[in-house]
């Protein structure tokens, strides 16, 4: 009877547990689950998340992407032969295409519960995270109107109700110039709310906004004045794509007040921490106490690495052995440099009547050339990392004829017959893999850190979103096109004199000047193709014509002059050539100034409209 009744207490407790209120066992919040009143009402949760947003920004070329790098006409692929394509590479129709609504839908959601349920966290500090989710969410749409134009502007979320009719989630495109406003329009709201970022260089703040505008507002501006000075505009007739030319001037008026706020403000200015100004350019992107940089993509864990220095290492320098030396710039970006005396950048390859030309030292041909060259390539004669780069072709063999017979061996870091170098340990070779095709190598975003190279430990260094050195091109072209040239003027010979060319090198700067300084000064930062669409002229500079040096990747090798008892033994000459790999001249056509819409994405929203020549 006794054990019945200890039975029955037991019982009884028991059930009295499941009767419990929310305190009790059975009803405990589950401990690997976070709700939304806890996410949103405790800081370090809403800044994890907006870490992830961070990492998600996209972009086309960068964010060391290699072989998007490889696709324009400053490199070419000198990686595995099987990707050999993206020296044969034509822009499709899809090419560029990004629409990413499972991101925006991500962001408009945050934005919602962060307002719903942060009611525990200050009004300053939800501000902040306000306006770094809707910076995110501009940069996503810059992301999108820049490759297809204008795109439904969705700022809420749109759940479907069930009712059979999904016609009101189907949002039609908005003018292109209607997602360049609502960019301007987003950061004018939220700068003022990102005080707490002051001086970060990896989270959103109110210069970061403004950098924003300036580039934003500069694409704009160009494809309002030039689209429509095309003999035939590329529009659509709800102007989805297309803006007004009445509008450019504004848009140049936003693109210039925002930069020179940012050139203005006294927590930025251009790198000139090492007086070798070849070395200040390449350690401007590498430190990261760098005065310009504005915003990064930072990489500072072991956890967060990225290979783009394993990629791309010169061969004898990797401390892999295994796939280096995928991107090696072109010939064409090399001599767009020009030389400190102002003469243009063309190397010097041959006299006039095709003698080579003989150079003392296997650097002489690139001596005094702008300092930004040298911190963006590595070219013959140069080191990395306090180690040679062993950059020689082959020999050059005197003939009695008077012409040289250029030889050239198999094995890398050879000896030739006078006991010399025959070619060097890092080539370059034509048609062949893992070394350059070209004769130069990356330096530019190249890590010199011990073990970089190695895909075990990896770079860490960052990848710039915005710095202050575009800033000055975009102040410089904004006022060139409001017609103030002294101002622009003034912008171009700061950035060339921390290149190394004397105060005032350009009397009055002309939109070429401009547009070729783009080029050198943020060569590989996901520019270029961008600007070539903008002012559209990436038809005519990639037109699909063999002959078009701008449209063909050109390389230069050097040789060790063989000529024994003659002033010119051992001395060096260049043979320019197109590299074998590259087999077809980089052509650019009308549908791609804007890619095409899926065609799911089509068929699911029958209120979207193609874009032109698709």
């Keep these: 009877m006794k054990i019945k009744i200890v039975h ?25 689950i976070i709700d939304d009143d806890q996410l949103w009402n405790d800081p370090e949760l809403v800044v994890s998340l907006l870490a992830n947003y961070y990492d998600r920004i996209p972009s086309m070329h960068g964010v ?44 408009n959601l945050a934005l919602e519960n962060l307002e719903e349920f ?27 109107v820049k490759r297809m134009g ?18 009101y989630l189907q949002v039609p495109r908005a003018k292109e110039y209607e997602v360049y406003d609502f960019i301007f329009e987003e950061m004018e709201a939220i700068k003022g709310n990102l005080s707490g970022n002051e001086g970060s260089r990896t ?44 509008m450019a001037t504004g848009y140049y008026e936003k693109a210039l007040a925002a930069s020179q706020e940012i050139i203005e403000d006294s927590g930025y200015a251009l790198y000139n921490q090492n007086a070798n100004k070849q070395m200040n350019f390449y350690e401007m992107l590498m430190d990261k106490a760098s005065s310009e940089i504005i915003f990064a993509k930072d990489y500072e864990t072991s956890l967060k690495t990225h290979g783009f220095t394993f990629e791309n290492i010169p061969r004898s320098l ?47 041909i690139f001596d005094n050339k702008d300092a930004r060259l040298y911190g963006t390539v590595i070219y013959p004669g140069t080191e990395f990392g306090g180690s040679p780069v ?35 340990a890092d080539g370059p070779q034509d048609n062949a893999q893992f070394v350059s095709n070209t004769g130069f190598y990356m330096r530019k975003f190249l890590s010199d850190a011990s073990g970089a190279s190695l895909r075990g430990v990896a770079s860490q260094n960052w990848w710039p979103w915005f710095r202050l050195g575009e800033i000055y091109l975009n102040a410089a072209e904004a006022a060139f096109e409001l017609n103030q040239p002294a101002v622009a003027t003034g912008y171009i010979n700061t950035l060339r004199e921390r290149a190394g060319f004397p105060e005032n090198s350009i009397a009055t700067v002309t939109l070429q000047d401009i547009r070729e300084e783009r080029r050198t000064e943020l060569a590989f930062e996901d520019h270029r193709f961008f600007d070539l669409k903008r002012w559209r002229i ?48 980089r052509l650019f056509r009308f549908a791609n100034y804007y890619a095409s819409i899926d065609q799911g994405v089509l068929n699911n929203n029958p209120k979207l409209v193609r874009n032109p020549f698709h």
């Design 8 to 32: 029955f207490l037991c019982l009884a407790m028991l059930v009295a547990c499941f009767s419990c209120d929310n305190d009790g066992w059975l009803e405990r919040d589950p401990k690997n």
């Design 64 to 107: 060391f992407y290699s072989g998007g790098m490889a696709e324009i006409d400053d490199a070419m692929w000198s990686g595995h032969f099987d990707q050999n394509w993206r020296n044969d590479f034509q822009y499709g129709n899809d090419y560029g295409r990004y629409w990413d609504y499972t991101f925006i839908r991500d962001i």
């Design 118 to 144: 942060g009611t525990e966290i200050s009004d300053t500090q939800k501000a902040q995270f306000n306006g770094e989710l809707r910076f995110i969410r501009a940069m996503v749409y810059f992301e999108m």
């Design 150 to 167: 204008g795109v439904p502007l969705v700022t809420e979320q749109l759940i479907y109700d069930y009712s059979g009719n999904p016609e």
């Design 203 to 246: 989270r959103a703040n109110r210069i970061t906004a403004l950098a924003l505008e300036s580039r934003a507002m500069l694409y704009a501006a160009s494809l309002a004045k030039y689209n429509n000075l095309m003999d035939t505009p590329i529009t659509l007739p709800g102007e989805e794509v297309g803006i007004p030319a009445s």
């Design 318 to 364: 990797t401390d892999d052995n295994e796939y280096p030396t995928n991107l090696t710039p072109s010939l064409n970006l090399v001599e767009s440099f020009d030389y400190l005396d102002g003469s243009d950048g063309t190397l010097n390859i041959e006299d006039t009547d095709g003698t080579p030309i003989v150079y003392d030292e296997i650097t002489g």
């Design 390 to 424: 062993k950059l020689q072709a082959g020999v050059a063999v005197y003939q009695e004829s008077g012409a040289y017979e250029l030889l050239t061996a198999q094995e890398l870091g050879s000896t030739y017959d006078d006991g010399g170098l025959f070619t060097g």
């Design 538 to 585: 990436a038809h005519e500079v990639w037109d699909g014509d063999e002959s078009n040096e701008n449209a063909v990747v050109y390389g230069v090798f050097p040789y060790r002059i063989v000529r024994p008892g003659h002033p010119d033994n051992d001395k060096y000459i260049y043979q320019k050539l197109r590299p074998t790999r590259f087999r077809r001249a």
